[in-house]
């Protein structure tokens, strides 16, 4: 394949092939605008690569490539190789399920903001306000949830930013579009009468360790199923986190946190301590009786009776049948975690102290999540501006 340049009028530039057309077989002259080329010799190097890329199979005309087949190659080039197998997992549903039935067919080039604000109506079922109640919200609607129809936004944002980055668009779309408003979540909490309904439920089961310790440090569950022996440290009583659990439609696998922070040592109670003590000689009873021999610093600490992984499905499903028989309504695996984070904040603890334990990224995000179970410490602020001018006129 060859190609040479043409301007037409001032300052805009084409490159002029000679392709095969793949029905015909017969040679035909394709013209591709150059619109960022200012002068020949930037034309003519700008079509020697759209040629090499050409002759490569790589050359993408992206004055015809739609948003599905744009997102096909995105999954592919970027999310593939950058992202975790959970997180393309998810992007894959979003595309599948919800971008390519509505704007999928759009050409790249042509997708407007108008596209994007429809597609997040038809979404939201908002199409449907004529025939359902003004009240009625997202899947109440027909449609999906806004945190959902969030994602798709956070996706498509992420991905047009790439187009623009590879010159396939001008300017990212998704910019000039705001997603719908999310609710807060209301965080469900264990009270000081369930915890200890709880704490006498799991005596003598397997659930015992894992659930004292979620208790005690406000770890996740994938973070409490990836530890291991050698994470414990009896002595100085405390917990290394620095591995989670990951459940993807192929299977289970280990990765780090996903920030820094997340990696993290956590000081443990003396009697949870105590209780892991128990629960690893327990193990270690286990693995010789079966001639499994003694488990060592990597093995799981909270493993099947044969030393496996357990699944984090496990673990929810077995916490929802305790909740179901202590009939405690609402509260999942996860009100652990935010139990542990409430017992902090009304103890007093700093911000940043209780966000280190949790590993958040910042306090922001502690802040964001718990803000509204710090008190209100207003009247203790006057109180100590008080003191101040008081110390001031006396002097």
């Known amino acids: 394949m060859k190609g040479h340049v043409r301007e037409r009028g001032k300052g805009n530039w084409y490159a002029v092939l000679s392709v095969r057309d793949p029905a015909t077989g017969k040679r035909k002259v394709k013209w591709i605008s150059l619109p960022k080329c200012k ?109 959902t129809v969030n994602h798709v936004h956070r996706l498509l944002h992420i991905a047009l930013g790439h187009a623009g980055t590879w010159e396939l668009v001008k300017q990212n779309i998704a910019a000039f579009v705001s997603p719908p408003k999310v609710d ?24 015992k360790p894992i659930v004292e310790l979620a208790l005690a440090t406000g770890a996740r569950r994938g973070e409490l199923l990836a530890l291991r022996l050698g994470d414990f440290d009896p002595t100085a ?22 920030t820094r922070h997340g990696r993290r040592t956590i000081s443990l109670p003396p009697t949870v301590a105590n209780e892991l003590r128990a629960h690893i000689a327990r193990v270690q009873e286990r693995r010789l009786a079966l001639g499994m021999g003694r488990a060592g610093d990597d093995d799981l600490l909270f493993p099947r009776f044969d030393g496996q992984i357990r699944s984090p499905r496990w673990l929810t499903k077995k916490f929802a049948m305790l909740m179901q028989a202590l009939k405690i309504d609402g509260v999942t695996f996860h009100s652990l975690r935010h139990t542990h984070a409430s017992q902090l904040i009304a103890s007093g603890m700093d911000v940043l102290t209780i966000s280190r334990r949790l590993g958040h990224g910042s306090p922001t995000i502690t802040l964001k999540v718990y803000g509204h179970l710090f008190g209100n410490t207003d009247a203790r602020a006057a109180e100590i501006m008080e003191a101040t001018f008081s110390g001031l006129r006396t002097e």
């Open 39 to 147: 002068g020949k010799r930037a034309a003519e190097n700008e079509c020697g690569k759209i040629v090499q890329q050409m002759n490569g199979g790589n050359y993408i005309d992206s004055s015809k490539i739609t948003v599905a087949d744009f997102l096909d190659k995105w999954m592919l080039d970027y999310a593939a190789p950058n992202v975790s197998p959970k997180t393309r997992e998810r992007y894959g549903q979003l595309i599948k399920n919800q971008i390519k039935p509505g704007i999928g067919q759009v050409e790249l080039q042509k997708l407007r903001p108008v596209h994007l604000t429809g597609l997040y109506a038809k979404l939201l079922g908002d199409e449907q306000t004529a025939e359902t109640p003004a009240t009625l919200k997202g899947a109440e609607r027909g449609g999906l949830s806004a945190r």
């Open 184 to 207: 807060d979540v209301e965080i469900v909490i264990l009270t000081p009468e369930q915890i200890g309904r709880v704490l006498i439920r799991v005596q003598g089961i397997t659930l």
């Open 237 to 258: 009583r405390t917990m290394r986190i620095e591995r989670a659990l990951e459940q993807t439609k192929a299977g289970l696998r280990i990765k780090p946190p996903k």
